[in-house]
């Protein structure tokens, strides 16, 4: 069973403390509770990053990486989100990691899910992109299992090789869904 996620928007001050690191600036920029692993060093690269864009442009923020809240348990899992708001051409990329204690249960799954469908409820967005480190089977199964596929291969800095995968994002939106039914 998926579990029932949101991913919770965050603020400019928010990702200024998620990248220091400083848990109790987090949570009370925070209007959920997030946990140390979130405000830990192997996230803050990406809060930094996101603190940058949202200073850049304050409208980002509802766009870009976010904490997956569990509805249901009442606790962070996670962050997901977009890079950024859509580009030019639609094409919007998403990234997401699950705190070790909570994988294996269903918040890939769920995050994906919810971003997808965002993505497809927004007419600006065309295309879906996610881009998985050739040795990460466990994305590759999911990203697969939703349509995407490959398109090309790029270099991040931070994360090296990577595979890019690609959907149409209208194959997501909730009025499809109901109307195939």
Known sequence: MTPRVRIVHLTGPAFHALARGDLDAANAAIPVP?????AGPENRGVWAMRARQCDADP??????????????????????????????AGLVEIGY???????RQGYARAALEALLERAADDPRV???????????????????HYGFV???EQWDEQDGREIVYEVPADQFSRSRKASDR
């Open 126 to 144: 065309k295309t879906v992109r996610v881009s998985i480190a050739p040795d990460n089977v466990a994305s590759y199964s999911l990203a697969t």
């Open 34 to 38: 997030v946990s140390a692993f979130l």
């Open 59 to 88: 409208a980002v923020a509802g766009w870009v990486t976010g904490i997956i809240w569990d509805e249901e348990q009442a606790v962070s899992v996670g962050r997901a989100g977009f890079h950024a708001p859509p580009d030019g």
């Open 97 to 103: 990691a699950v705190e070790p204690a909570h994988r």
């Open 150 to 152: 490959k398109v090309g």
